[in-house]
């Protein structure tokens, strides 16, 4: 059975850190790309960073760039996302999701999806 898990999330302040953990099961980790997604209430989800296990190419998005780092522990079958300088427009639930393909993995369609952690940002 496919699972994956997020941790992490929290209450921070404008500008704090978090860093949220996405630990995976029931397959093989190595194949697949790992993505961050976050939806916000009334608003659409949003990829937010991915990573291949393939190849180690990463995607961020022009809103999270310079600000969020995603790296994979594949021998822990866990992805985190580090995010740093935070703003009040982040806060939303985030989910990992898992998927496998071919070139960048910010074109992947992601089949599997974890249950989300709330990441809220107070002003």
């Known amino acids: 059975e496919v699972q994956l898990v ?3 999330g ?9 860093r949220l953990s996405c630990s995976a099961s029931g ?10 997604f ?3 209430p009334g608003k659409e989800r949003e990829r937010v960073s ?17 600000r969020f780092t995603i790296s994979s522990d594949n021998a822990k ?8 300088s935070l703003k009040p427009e982040d806060t939303a639930v985030y989910y990992c999701a898992a998927a496998r393909g071919v070139g960048p993995c910010g074109f992947y369609v992601y089949s599997y999806w974890g249950q989300g952690t709330q990441v809220t940002v107070s002003s």
């Open 6 to 8: 997020e941790s992490g």
């Open 10 to 18: 929290g209450l921070v302040q404008a500008g704090g850190s978090l």
């Open 27 to 36: 397959f093989t980790f190595d194949d697949y790309a790992i993505g961050w």
């Open 38 to 40: 976050r939806q916000a």
């Open 50 to 66: 991915c990573i291949s296990n393939r190849d180690g190419r990463l995607y961020y998005p022009d809103s999270v760039e310079g």
């Open 77 to 84: 079958n866990t992805v985190f996302l580090q995010m740093n």
